[in-house]
Structure formats: C-alpha cells, structure tokens
C-alpha cells in the first residue's frame, strides 16, 4: 500500500480532485499505522525473545535459532526474487523508453505525414495539369465556365472523387464536385500549429487553403482533403482537393497522442522506476517479516510443550511423581507428552516399590565384603586421620594418617587400644565429651591442641555415630591438622582488630584535638565568653575519652576472657537476673517470657552467663527500634539433643541477611552505626566456653532467633578439666538458614 502511495507521485497517478485528495490521505494514515503496528508487535517479539534468552529462559535459544533460520532461508529466495526483478524492471524500462523504440514511433508519424504529402502533391500536380492544357487555358480566357467543367471532367479519374475549383480574381468561375458544406482549414502537417474551428463557404476555404504554404488539410464534413494549386496565366487560380484515406487524420492524432503519453511517461521514467523499485523492497520486506512471524509462531508450538515437559521433569527431580502434563501440542509432540505421562506414571509405580526395597538393599550392601576392602584403600589414601570406634572408644580400625598424627607406634599395634591411651588426659576427657554428643546428635566437632616432641599441633576432631548392627554403636573419629590454618587466620583476626581498635580510637581524638585548640585560642584571648566555651570544649573531651575507656574496656573483655566456673545453675533464674538488668530501659517494648517450669539444672557460671544474656537482649532491643510492632520473646525448654537445654531469645527487628548470618559472630562486624561489633563476639565465646552452641535464624514473621544450647548438670560435665578457648581461634557459633 506505501509502494501504491508511492506512485501517486507520478503526472499521470496524480490525485486531482478533493475528496481523491481524502481518499488517499486517509489510506496514507491508514497504511502507516498498520506499518507502525506491525513494527511494535515484531519488536517486542524480538526483544522479549532476546530477554528471554539473556534471562535463560526455557526454549528461547531455540526461538532464536529458529527466527534465524527462517530470515536466512528466507534470504536467498528474497533476494533472487527481488535482483531478478530489479533487473528485469531495468531492462523493461529501458526497453520501454530505447531508441527503436522512439524511432519506429517517430518513422510511423512521418510516413503518415509523407503519405499526406504525397496526396498534396497529386493534387498540385493535377492542377498543374489542368493549368497547362491549352483547351483548358482558352476555355478560361473566354469565361465559358460549361467548356471548363467539362474540361475537368476529362480528369475525373485522376481526381479520385476530389473537387476542382476555378477562380478568377478571387471569383469562382467554375467547380466540379464541390460539397456544399461548410468547410474549415487546419494545417495538420504542423505539430505545433492550432486547428481553425472557424467554418468557412467551401470555395472561400479552398482558396485559403491554396493560398497557404504549409500544405494544410481542408475538413468537409467527415471528410478531408489535400489541397493544390496552380496558377493561370493571366492571375486565375485553380485548385484542386483530392480526398486523404479514411481515418488518416484520426491516425495520426492518435501516434500524436501516444508519442505525447510516451514523452510524459519517459520524463517520468526515474519516478516509476523509482516506484518499482520501493514495491520490491516492500514485497522483500514483507517476506521476511512473514518469515519472522511465521518462525516465532511455530517455534511457540514448539516451546511452550517443551517448557512444560522441563518443568515437570524439574517436579519429577524434586520428588511430586503425580506430575503430569497437560499441554496441548502437535501430533509428534504430542506423543512425546502422552509417552512422557506414562513415564511418569511408572516412575511413580517404580519409586513405591523403590522405597519398600531400599531398607533391604541398604542392609545387604554393607554386608559385600568386597566393600570394605574399597573403603580400606580409600582410608589409607586420604590425608585426615580416621579411626573407627566400638561403642566403649576401643579402636577398631586406623589409617595411616591418623598414626602419623597421634603416635610412632606401627598401625596394626593401635588395634583394640582404648582412644584415652593415645592422649593426655585433658584432651582424652574433650574427645569423651564429643564422643557422647556425637551419639545424641549424629556428629560433633571440637578443636584441641595436641603436644608434641617438636611443636604443639592443633587439631580439629570430628566425631560421626556409627550403626554397627546392634545396641550399642560405634562412632568414626576424624582428625584435621589445620596448624598452619589457625596461626594464618590469627595472624589476620589480629590485624583486622588492630585495624579496627586504631580507627575507633582515631574518631575520638579528632574531637579531643579541636577542642584544646579552642582552649588555648580563648585562654590567651581572655573573651567573656571564653569560660563557657572551654567548658564545653571539657565536655567534649570528656565524653570522647568515655568513649575511649568504654571502647578499651569492651576489647580487654574480648581479649582477657576470665575463666568461667560452670556449676549446677537454674537457668530460668539466669534469665530472670539478665532481664532485671534492663528495668525500666525497654521502652514500648513488650517481653513475652515462656520458661519451662520443673527445667533441670545446666552446667553454668550465672556472672558469664547473665553479661552473654545482656548483649543479646541489648541487641535485639537496638534491632526494634524502627518496628512498629516491638516484642522481646525468652523461651526456655529440652533441646532435642539429649542431655542440653535450649534458651531461645526472639525479637520481631529487622532480620538477618545471608551475609549478616555468615559474620553475625566475628569481632569487629556491627550493623549498628556506633556499635563496636563485639557484643555478639564475648557471647558466642562465652556459650563456646560453657561447651554449648550458639546459632541465629529469622524469626517469624519478622525479626531474628538466638537459640543457645547448654549442658544439663547431669550429663557428666564438670567445670575442671574445660579447656579454655584461645582468642585466636574461631568461635564456634553457627547461623541456622
């Protein structure tokens, strides 16, 4: 349509009148915006599909590979189509508007203009004829007009039905097969020259006629005449008209009027050429956006029951067997999903029967020997130190690390040796510990120090329970060299807060320096108002070395842990002294307490304890300062690992973040704008010494969970033998998910 607008340009296209005008404005509007509609909808098809594949999304690769395809195998045929055409316009333009072409158009006009003039001369030679008969030239001298009819009459033959005319002095004298008609003169031969409308007496044009040089036609009626003339001696004048072939006339207008259309369209011939040459680029374009829309159509039918056949194996992965798909597709897609459903449906079926079987199949696995050989080799060639325990610590089994690690003696002497023998006592009873837990809780870890000739090694122990058939089990003991660890994340943990207690105590001292410049300036002005200002300037300094104390006091408690004395403690009454503390401070803060009544004693030092219970209320009162809704819930109760008890402290704050969750307990790391990071730090340390755990969770709906786990008084623990945890060590506190 755009191209067919595009041709409106042309003379003879041109839209003349008005409401050709509206009509063809209107489809302009119309065409473009169905050009501007198109445009957007094939746009944000293409860029949602480059979306979605940026996004990796399901089948987008495939939509894309499949638009490219169809552009590039649209390609060639278009642009042959559209080369082809192009040339095969040019050559019929040019054709249209070559050379021959307007020479046989030119050759046509002048043999009917030569036929004219051949007809014209008959007729001057006719009457010269006449003129120089001398019966005809006496019969003239005596006016006998009757002697010269009948002397024209002798050339009837050779007038082939035309007229002659005799005049004397302007006068006819005589005239043979005149029409009594009106007649009128047009010099046809003249392209240039204007017909004369104006219809004269018959005799009066004829000697017009005669008496012009451009050998003009003489119109009677339908039919037209070529005019001659001749002279007679004494000043007469004849003239004859011989009739031209029917239709001469009308033929050569018509040549006139193409040679006329065909220099209009030739003047035109880039325009059109022009014309032609936008329809093939709109047809071109058409084409490949044909393609384009036709590939992103298929590829959809081709996606979206992929997309659904992935999202249903992704369900399948995740353990829903029922799933199922419903999606319609084509007939060999649709197979795939009818086959992919049934499937399913034995998957399920064969999970059912999986599941009844596993506990027998797991049973018979460990009992192939040929197993136990595999995990031999295997325990000879990792580096860690692995033994495996009976259910009274009595070794089993070691690998050759683990003798590396603990003694000289060769492996086959450590068998049936009880695990206290190979360690000195404090570090026996940790191990006794861990071992214990690790039965109630599936696996436990500690970090101790183990002497040795040459240097001391620290070690890290894990404990895993082991099922070895009956009653009693066995644990696997996992020992982890990390000496050269430890001493590089000290080395950092010690920079790190040198760094950190540097930069805290240089904000104070940028006050501190201000404010005695402003005291010396006011001491040697002796201003009135100087005795106020070096008061506040006091204040000032005061407050800063407050802050410097606190600051000072806060990392010598970090760094100088006093060894707590664990003891039979009532926990509920801890909780009860770490609340009293903050009396009258927890404004529009509401405290649910849930304490279990009848709760055993824990293995506790109430001071330690009660300063670890403070930070983490302080915490959680800082962390609901902007809370519309502000609750501090203390809950205590049995942990579901024997033989520990569990204080849950909750807030409804703003919750933790994964990376708040990783560094919650590090020294030095604060969310808070003036906190010194080391609240949380002194209370992680302070539950790791008492031999429990510390973790931190969101709360719901909102806010975050401190859970910590103690030992009850009767689970064996006493408070000698408690190795102290180095300050370079990490603290073992977790963060749950």
């Not at 004369?196 to 008496?211: G, P, V, Y």
């Amino acid at each position: 349509m755009l191209g067919a607008l595009n041709a409106f340009r042309l003379d003879f296209l041109r839209p003349s009148s008005s409401g050709q005008i509206v009509l063809f404005t209107a489809l302009s509007i119309i065409a473009f915006l169905l050009f501007v509609t198109l445009l957007v909808l094939l746009l944000r098809n293409i860029l949602k599909l480059l979306a979605d594949e940026r996004s990796r999304v399901l089948g987008s690769r495939l939509r894309s590979r499949m638009l490219i395809g169809a552009v590039l195998l649209s390609f060639a045929p278009a642009l042959f189509m559209f080369l082809f055409s192009f040339l095969l316009m040019n050559r019929s333009i040019d054709r249209w508007f070559s050379q021959p072409v307007g020479e046989l158009r030119d050759n046509s006009i002048r043999i009917a203009l030569e036929l004219a003039h051949y007809v014209s001369l008959n007729a001057r030679a006719e009457a010269e004829s006449l003129a120089r008969s001398r019966s005809f030239a006496d019969h003239y001298a005596t006016a006998d007009g009757s002697r010269l009819l009948d002397e024209i009459r002798t050339h009837r033959i050779t007038l082939q039905g035309g007229f002659a005319v005799v005049y004397r002095d302007g006068t006819p004298l005589a005239q043979y097969q005149l029409p009594q008609q009106s007649a009128k003169v047009h010099a046809w031969l003249d392209a240039n020259a204007e017909k004369n409308n104006i219809s004269e007496d018959i005799t009066t044009a004829a000697l017009m006629a005669a008496q012009r040089t451009d050998e003009p036609v003489l119109i009677v009626g339908d039919k037209q005449y070529a005019v001659g003339d001749a002279t007679i001696d004494d000043g007469g004048l004849i003239v004859v008209g011989l009739p031209l072939p029917a239709g001469l006339s009308a033929t050569i207008e018509q040549i006139r009027s193409g040679y006329e259309q065909y220099w209009t369209l030739y003047r035109e011939r880039r325009s059109i050429r022009s014309t032609y040459l936008f329809l093939l680029l709109l047809l071109t374009t058409l084409i490949f956006f044909a393609s384009s829309w036709l590939a992103l159509y298929l590829s959809k039918q081709i996606t979206r029951p992929v997309e659904a056949l992935a999202d249903a194996m992704n369900s399948i992965g995740e353990g829903h067997y029922h799933q199922r798909v419903t999606v319609s597709a084509t007939a060999e897609l649709g197979e795939l999903v009818r086959s992919f459903n049934h499937m399913a449906s034995d998957l399920e079926e064969s999970r059912r029967l999986a599941d009844s079987s596993a506990a027998q199949l797991s049973a018979a696995n460990r009992t192939l020997e040929s197993r136990r050989k595999e995990l031999e080799t295997i325990l000879e060639t990792i580096p860690s130190g692995v033994v495996t325990l009976d259910s009274e610590c009595r070794i089993l089994q070691a690998n050759r690390a683990f003798v590396d690690l603990v003694t000289l003696h060769p492996p086959g002497t450590m068998t049936g040796k009880p695990l206290a023998s190979l360690f000195p006592p404090d570090v026996a009873f940790e191990l006794n510990v861990l071992e214990r837990r690790a039965q109630r809780m599936g696996i436990a870890s500690t970090e101790f120090e183990l002497p040795s000739p040459s240097r001391s090694l620290s070690l890290t122990a894990t404990i895993s329970a082991l099922d070895l058939g009956h009653p009693k089990r066995g644990s696997i003991l996992v020992l982890e060299d990390v000496t050269e660890f430890l001493q590089a994340q000290r080395q950092l943990a010690w920079k790190q807060v040198a760094q950190r207690v540097a930069h805290e105590i240089k904000n104070p001292l940028t006050p501190i320096a201000l404010s005695a410049e402003r005291i010396r300036r006011h001491m040697d002005r002796n201003l009135p108002e100087s005795p106020g200002v070096i008061r506040r300037c006091v204040d000032v300094i005061l407050s800063s070395v407050e802050s410097m104390s606190t600051l000072v006091d806060q990392f010598a408690v970090l760094a100088e842990f006093p060894a707590p004395q664990p003891k039979p403690s009532d926990l509920n009454a801890i909780v009860e002294g770490a609340v009293m503390l903050f009396h009258g401070r927890l404004n529009n803060i509401r405290i649910e307490k849930n304490l279990l009544t009848n709760l055993p004693a824990v293995m506790a030092d109430a001071q330690t304890l009660t300063r670890a219970l403070a930070n983490l209320i302080d915490n959680a009162a800082e962390a609901m300062e902007n809370s519309l809704l502000r609750v501090l819930c203390i809950e205590t109760r049995l942990s579901e690992n024997l033989g520990m008890a569990e204080l849950v402290i909750a807030d409804t704050g703003h919750g933790l973040t994964g990376e708040m969750r990783e560094r919650l307990f590090l020294p030095y790391f604060s969310t808070k704008q003036r906190g010194t990071g080391l609240g949380l730090a002194i209370a992680a340390k302070i539950v790791q010494q008492h031999h429990g755990a510390i973790r931190a969770e969101n709360n719901s709906p909102a806010g975050a969970r401190f859970i910590l786990e103690l030992p009850l008084a009767d689970n064996g623990h006493g408070a000698n033998g408690h190795k102290q945890a180095d300050m370079g060590l990490p603290l073992h506190a977790s963060t749950g998910e």
